[in-house]
């Protein structure tokens, strides 16, 4: 029995380590769209100086607003469903900022504030849902959850420099290529470790297993 115990130690481990990484991917792609959304606008699509700063607030009223509506959606879909979509969205918006540029006025303005809302959706859920599978897993969950929340703010205080020294080796669309990546490993990341830490023994039983059809659950 305990040697039982710490191999599924040593599986929640490294489960929680996977889910520091997602956490550290979708803290950095949401500060990418804080620190550079406006300054893409500006710089990249040259947009108007009193509209630039549009494509932050899409972002943030986005996010905000989904953020608000987590715990009904992470009830309806399930954790890992949702956690699959949140870098689906997300990677989809960055991509939607990316191809900008490429288009014409103002349709470049319209995909831009498009992929920034797209971003915002997708980043919102991602905190509460990793938060929530690293309480349900049970064992030690202050030290898990210390894990993963250092995971994310290094990637929220890396992110700027990281960016910032692309943007000026390279370009600011070279840069943004990176958050557009991490958003994809919330999903490569997050999705199975979160499937996996939910069926450890002593893991709690997702809220949303009862609610939710079997169609629809993860």
């Known amino acids: 029995m305990l040697r039982a115990a710490r191999v599924v130690g040593r599986s929640s481990g490294g489960l929680i380590a996977l889910l520091g990484v997602a956490a550290f991917a979708g803290h950095l792609s949401e500060g990418a769209a804080i620190d550079w959304a406006a300054l893409h606008a500006r710089m990249v699509l040259e947009t108007d100086p009193a509209l630039a700063p549009l494509a932050y607030t899409i972002f943030s009223i986005a996010m905000t607003t989904v953020r608000l509506l987590g715990d009904p959606i992470r009830a309806r879909l399930g954790s890992v469903l949702t956690i699959r979509l949140a870098g689906v969205l997300a990677t989809a918006g960055y991509v939607l900022v990316l191809v900008s540029p490429l288009l014409g006025d103002p349709l470049r303005v319209v995909c831009a504030w498009t992929g920034w809302a797209l971003a915002g959706v997708g980043l919102a859920t991602v905190v509460p849902v990793l938060f929530s599978a690293v309480g349900a897993a049970g064992g030690r969950v202050g030290r898990a959850l210390a894990m993963v929340t250092a995971f994310g703010y290094t990637g929220l205080l890396l992110g700027p420099a990281v960016l910032g020294f692309v943007a000026e080796a390279a370009s600011l669309p070279v840069a943004l290529f990176i958050p557009a990546v991490l958003a994809a490993v919330v999903t490569v990341a ?10 450890l023994p002593g893991a709690t039983p997702s ?5 939710a059809p079997a169609s629809v659950r993860d």
Do not use: D
């Not at 997050?190 to 996996?196: D, E, K, L, T, V």
């Not at 809220?207 to 609610?211: D, L, M, N, Q």
């Open 190 to 199: 997050g999705s199975p470790a979160i499937r996996a830490l939910l069926a």
């Open 207 to 211: 809220p949303e297993a009862s609610p």
